[in-house]
């Protein structure tokens, strides 16, 4: 499913500020060596999300990744007009990306509102599979977190049978994968509202807050 791009207009000056290649990775590390903290968005639709987090931590440095590309463009432009050196987007399926991305690099990864997919037929196209997390375990630092938030009942249900298949992460929570206390949630982590956040509270649906602690010593 890639964006429509018409709908945006953006000049090269303004893509170029923020955006990243495949081939930029391999500097990933000299680009976000002078920062404290490096937080990575997967599903980081229209960028709002990572774009506020930027702005009010400036010594961390922002990652997104999403391939529809009107979203991404949206994104860049964002980052642009608030001239934020230390926010890039990447427009990619996330799956092709994970290869290039270094152990233990990240202090949070976070999954907002991903896709559900409920139906059989699109199920290779769920994102957040027991696989999937294993996966991306190795990227996330010592102690450091990966965070799924997501209103729809259906996925809940279906993360929540994930993640009794993991050993490779813990519960933050008391005896809980989850949160649905914004408040409690926000009160450890960095939480700024996205435009399925907007969708989530008009439809009045319960948002779950997962974070799962990483497990140092993994075994698949
Ligand atoms: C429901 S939207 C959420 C967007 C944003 N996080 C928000 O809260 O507004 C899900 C986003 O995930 C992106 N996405 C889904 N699967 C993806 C994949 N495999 N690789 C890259 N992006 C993906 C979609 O393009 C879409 O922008």
């Known amino acids: 499913m890639k964006g429509r791009l018409r709908n945006v207009k953006i000049s090269d000056e303004q893509k170029k500020f923020a955006s990243l290649m495949i081939s930029d990775l391999q500097n990933l ?48 432009k964002k980052v642009y007009n608030k001239k934020l050196c230390n926010c890039k987007f990447m427009n990619i399926y996330i799956q092709e990306v994970l290869d290039y991305l270094e152990d233990q690099f990240f202090d949070i990864i976070y999954i907002n509102f991903p896709d559900p997919w409920p139906k059989k037929r699109h199920a290779n196209r769920r994102l957040v599979t ?27 249900e279906f993360i929540d049978e994930q993640l009794i298949k993991l050993n490779c992460y813990s519960m933050f929570y008391e005896n809980s994968w989850f949160t649905e206390d914004e408040k409690e949630f926000s009160s450890t982590f960095s939480f700024f509202q996205s435009n399925y956040y907007f969708k989530a509270k008009k439809l009045n649906n319960k948002i779950r807050f997962y974070v799962l602690r990483k497990i140092n010593i ?3």
């Open 130 to 156: 027991d696989q999937f997390l294993y996966k991306i375990n190795r990227l996330i630092k010592k102690d450091g977190y990966c965070i799924i938030i997501t209103d729809n009942k259906w996925y809940q």
């Open 218 to 220: 993994c075994i698949q």
């Open 29 to 76: 590390n000299q680009l976000a060596s002078n920062y404290n903290k490096i937080i990575l968005e997967f599903c980081s639709g229209t960028g709002d999300f990572l774009v506020n987090y930027a702005e009010v931590e400036p010594q961390s440095f922002f990652l997104g990744i999403d391939y529809a590309e009107n979203a991404y463009l949206r994104a860049l």
